[in-house]
């Protein structure tokens, strides 16, 4: 089992920053990808940047550029700091891992936390 913590989010002005952080707990030996989700109202949940245990990055193309995720594996925490910020990014972000076994992998995601930017 793995508890994923988020902080951080709130409300920004466009073009401002924020950054969120989203630490693990538990079984976190067995963590490889971490990343961020967003989903905004009537909208479908989507990847804004994953990075794997070898920090290894991708991003969404409408982040490029703007967002940067790094990780911290002793601290087993993730961060998504957030520059430029426009309206359309306006959404509750999800933190998220996978975690392998030696039997089969498991998906884990945080509560969510708000992240909304004002034109």
């Known amino acids: 089992q793995v508890h994923l913590v988020e902080s951080g989010g709130g409300l920004v002005q466009a073009g401002g920053s924020l950054g969120l952080s989203c630490a693990a707990s538990?079984?976190?030996?067995?963590?490889?990808?971490m990343a961020w989700y967003r989903q905004a109202p009537g909208k479908q949940r989507e990847l804004v940047a994953a990075?794997?245990?070898?920090?290894?990055?991708n991003y969404t193309d409408s982040v490029k550029g703007r967002f940067t995720i790094s990780r911290d594996n002793a601290k087993n925490t993730v961060y998504l700091q957030m520059n430029r910020l426009k309206p359309e990014d306006t959404a509750v972000y999800y933190c998220?891992?996978?975690?392998?076994?030696?039997?089969?992998?498991?998906?884990?995601w945080g509560q969510g936390t708000q992240v909304t930017v004002s034109s």
């Open positions: 998220y891992c996978k975690y392998s076994s030696r039997w089969s992998t498991y998906d884990y």
């Open positions: 538990g079984s976190t030996s067995g963590i490889n990808v």
């Open positions: 990075i794997s245990s070898t920090s290894s990055t």
